[in-house]
């Protein structure tokens, strides 16, 4: 019977010093990044598009022009995407050394 007792004041200390320590932990406030706007020529880049002519204009010729322009189109889509990668990692390495 002494084992019980003891068994139980042993149990609701433990209990009681858990119960203290998670109530005197705070959760740690939100992060919200301060991240700077991606740059307009950038933003500007990826907004073009290429126009299509009528439906009543196509023939070989505009067909021609079209996947040229789209080709076009595509190149200087690729270099946007370099540049907002290059942006991007940039931007990491910069909040990386702000860390460290």
């Known amino acids: 019977m002494r084992y019980a007792t003891s068994s139980k004041i042993a149990f609701t200390l433990l209990a009681g010093l858990l119960l203290a320590s998670?109530?005197?932990?705070?959760?740690?406030p939100p992060v919200?990044?301060?991240?700077?706007?991606?740059?307009?020529?950038?933003?500007?880049?990826?907004a073009s598009t290429v126009a299509l002519p009528?439906?009543?204009?196509?023939?070989?010729?505009?067909v021609?022009?079209?996947?040229?322009?789209?080709?076009?189109?595509?190149?200087?889509?690729t270099r946007?995407?370099?540049?907002?990668i290059a942006y991007y990692e940039d931007l990491?390495?910069?909040?990386a050394q702000e860390k460290g």
């Open 22 to 28: 998670c109530a005197s932990m705070r959760a740690a």
């Open 32 to 46: 919200k990044p301060d991240l700077p706007p991606v740059p307009t020529h950038i933003k500007n880049c990826f």
């Open 54 to 62: 009528k439906e009543d204009e196509w023939n070989n010729a505009k």
């Open 64 to 77: 021609a022009e079209v996947i040229a322009r789209l080709r076009q189109s595509e190149l200087a889509k």
């Open 80 to 84: 946007c995407g370099r540049q907002l």
């Open 92 to 95: 990491r390495r910069g909040l």
